[in-house]
């Protein structure tokens, strides 16, 4: 018995409880807000004083082996976007962060440190490649994560199957993504009105009293 086919005296949902203020969030994430809320207000000088103090020209003795190694670490960042995606895996939006971060590091740098017939491929580079990429990414993480998080938060939902041993309708609750999902794609357990699958528990039950 589907939630969506059963009839309204079969099957009923009572309303959401409403989800309490918002409390105050843990030392570790207090501190980890504060190193960083720091880090970024001593950034500020040292930001104003680079950039009356560095010279325009620079002559770099490892040039290509900045540039290779950049490379790689972006290579090694996308593949394990890839990786981590295909697999599901609940990484893969913090690894499309960084791959996305990392893309607009490229972008910057090789449109800043081009010159000539050069900076036109970094420039094309950077506007048909690299920031789209980038663009990209961060959408799909922030929708992953965000899509999680509302899974995770959605309160749980109450189907109610009538005819149940004792006289009276026995209630299970359905949290949206709190179960796992078999290989066969089906929830395992009770399935809410987003998964709208068959729901063992509440057939057999009803099932059970029809017989009786």
Sequence with gaps: MSLTN?????VSALPSVPSPGRRRPPWR???????????AAVLLPWVAYLSTSLPRTYILTDWNGA???FDILLMLLLATTGVLTRRQHPLHPHAAFA???VLVADAWFDVTTS????AVVAFASAVLLELPLAT??????????????????VPA???SAPGMPGGHDRSFACPQAARPRSRGGAHDGVVCRHGRRQHHRLRQAATHGRAR
Excluded: E, N, Y
């Excluded at 059963?6 to 079969?10: Q, V, Y």
């Excluded at 010159?115 to 050069?118: A, E, F, I, L, M």
């Excluded at 990209?136 to 938060?153: E, G, P, Q, Y």
């Design 6 to 10: 059963a009839p309204a005296s079969t």
């Design 29 to 39: 994430l207090r501190a980890v807000a504060l190193l960083c809320l720091t880090c």
């Design 67 to 69: 540039w290779v190694g």
């Design 99 to 101: 791959s996305a971060a």
């Design 115 to 118: 010159v000539g017939s050069d």
């Design 136 to 153: 990209f990414l961060v959408r799909h993480a922030s929708r992953s994560v965000t899509k999680a998080a509302r899974a995770a938060d």
């Design 157 to 159: 939902r109450i189907v």
